[in-house]
């Protein structure tokens, strides 16, 4: 097999991790990850990279300078790799045809056509990047339109399952590699190269081999049940606060099914992330093109449910707090979209927090990881609001939670980051406003514990007994 030199297009949260592991696992690979933004490939080259994921520092540093390179310089990068990666990002539309639904595919089409204007001999293009059905056809057009004498293109579809904050983990042990190629003897010699790379670590019978077209839909679909399992669970946990179950106890109940299964039945806030609405949006806009109304109704479906659960948990928040948060300080624990990463991409915490401030509430933010200006640039994004001036005044960012709970009336858990269950919830119920609340949007909290304190918890998916007024009102003496 005779893949020297990979490069790979877009250091993003795809690019970066997936690019360092296959430079750890391939030492006989040379690898580039090349970025149009001189800020990112900067950082990748320093000390502090543009991305926290566990573990990755430590591949980084093992082979950045060996087998692993950071750079610019995307013609030469691209000129000498026998297979190139296009992982740019593709986001939703916000504007033209397929507006706030098809992807937008102008980072592939010109990664393709970068590619189109400096290769040289043989090329494995691999979409990386989770693009709509059919994709590769796009990229194939281009690249053959632009053909010139000497150099030749196989397409593959590559989709990348990793998540982020166990991305490494994901990569190093990845319960399947999905691979689809054009069924000619070209394209399966193609396939084989890309399977080569891969059995450096990954064994061969979870490298799987399809069309091209099976591969870019079975992304899509991967991403849309995953997301379908969260909106089930999230729509029951309504259920579970009228009627008196708990959400925890029923999907311990329905995961040990095995033909269910445990995983994904976490009741929350909702969820978010870069991809799940992304890709179940394209989804949708594939199925109407397709002329499938009753396919694009049902996945649709499994968004609306995630809006539905981000605006009932805050509208429990005011409800709870007397109908009114007009000035009152609220702490939010937690920004990111999950725990154990730093992004902060379609964070249901966003959605949260821009309800509150526009019902007049004072925030107090902590996130172990999300970058204070990254929380501010979200919070006054003109699609977020148009009084950016106003937001910036109503938001303080803290860099520890005792700070930030400190005098609050509420504490608004949005991320399951570990290090808030052993928070001294005492200290904190003591330094707050009385009646002092929890809302917990992750459920990770001990709410005996807390209502034994004082707290009028509130969670996803349960009622709480309430502690006695006339412990409330005798903790109020101590403010
Ligand atoms: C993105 C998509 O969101 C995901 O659907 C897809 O599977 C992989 O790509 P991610 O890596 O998280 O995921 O995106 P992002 O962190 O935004 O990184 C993309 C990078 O591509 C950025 O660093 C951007 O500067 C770079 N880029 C984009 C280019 O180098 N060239 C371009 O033309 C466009
Ligand atoms: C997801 C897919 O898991 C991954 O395979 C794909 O490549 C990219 O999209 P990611 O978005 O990084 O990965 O994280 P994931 O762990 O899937 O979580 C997505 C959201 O769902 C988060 O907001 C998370 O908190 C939420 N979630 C997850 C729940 O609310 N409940 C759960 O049980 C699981």
């Known amino acids: 097999m005779v893949i020297n030199k990979i490069c790979c297009i877009g250091a993003g949260y795809v690019g970066g991790p997936t690019c360092s592991v296959i430079a750890l696992k391939c030492p006989d690979i040379v690898v580039t990850v090349v970025d149009l933004s001189k800020e990112r490939i900067g950082q990748w080259n ?66 393709a056509r970068m590619i189109a204007d400096v290769a040289t001999g043989n090329k494995i293009v691999v979409e990386k990047s989770t693009v709509p059905v059919r994709a590769a056809e796009s990229i194939m057009n281009i690249l053959r339109a632009n053909h010139r004498p000497g150099v030749s293109y196989q397409i593959l579809s590559n989709p990348e399952f990793l998540a982020e904050g166990t991305a490494v983990d994901d990569l190093l042990n990845a319960d399947r590699v999905l691979i689809g190629g054009e069924d000619t003897p070209e394209g399966h010699d193609a396939i084989e190269k890309l399977c080569w790379v891969y059995e450096h670590w990954i064994n061969r019978s979870k490298i799987l081999t399809t069309n091209t077209w099976s591969s870019e839909l079975s992304k899509l679909a991967a991403n849309a049940f995953l997301a379908q399992r969260i909106s089930s669970i999230n729509s029951l946990s309504a259920v579970c606060e009228s009627t008196g179950a708990d959400i925890s106890e029923v999907a311990r109940a329905v995961g040990l099914d095995s033909r269910i299964g445990p995983k994904f039945l976490q009741a929350s806030v909702g969820f978010g992330g870069s991809c799940f609405q992304k890709d179940i949006l394209n989804l949708v806009y594939i199925c109407e093109c397709l002329n499938l109304p009753e396919v694009a109704a049902y996945w649709q479906q499994v968004i609306t449910m995630n809006e539905y659960q981000k605006s009932r948990f805050s509208a429990k928040v005011i409800e709870s707090l007397f109908n009114t948060v007009t000035d009152k300080q609220i702490a939010m624990l937690g920004f990111a979209f999950k725990k154990d990463t730093g992004d902060t991409r379609e964070s249901p915490a966003i959605t949260v927090a821009t309800t509150l401030l526009d019902e007049g509430a004072k925030l107090h933010i902590y996130d172990p990881k999300v970058e204070p200006s990254q929380i501010m640039d979200d919070l006054t994004h003109p699609v977020i609001t148009e009084e950016p001036e106003k937001v910036k005044k109503a938001v303080s960012i803290y860099d520890d939670p005792y700070s930030a709970t400190k005098g609050t009336h509420a504490i608004v858990l949005c991320t399951e980051w570990d290090e808030f269950k052993t928070l001294d919830f005492q200290r904190i119920y003591n330094g707050m406003m009385k009646p002092a609340y929890v809302f917990d949007g992750r459920k990770i909290l001990d709410h005996d514990a807390l209502v034994r304190i004082g707290f009028q918890v509130q969670t996803i998916g349960k009622r709480l007994a309430r502690p006695s007024l006339a412990r409330i009102w005798g903790s109020c003496n101590q403010i």
Do not use: H, M, W
Not at 64 to 72: C, D, H, M, P, V
Not at 83 to 93: H, R, Y
């Open 46 to 111: 320093s000390d502090k990279l543009p991305i926290y994921e566990p573990g990755l520092d430590n591949v980084v540093k093992q082979c950045r300078g060996k087998n692993l390179f950071f750079s610019n310089d995307i013609n030469t990068a691209i000129k000498e790799a026998d297979l190139i990666f296009i992982s740019v990002n593709t986001p939703t539309k916000t504007f033209g045809n397929g507006k706030g639904r098809a992807a937008d595919l102008k980072y592939v089409e010109s990664a």
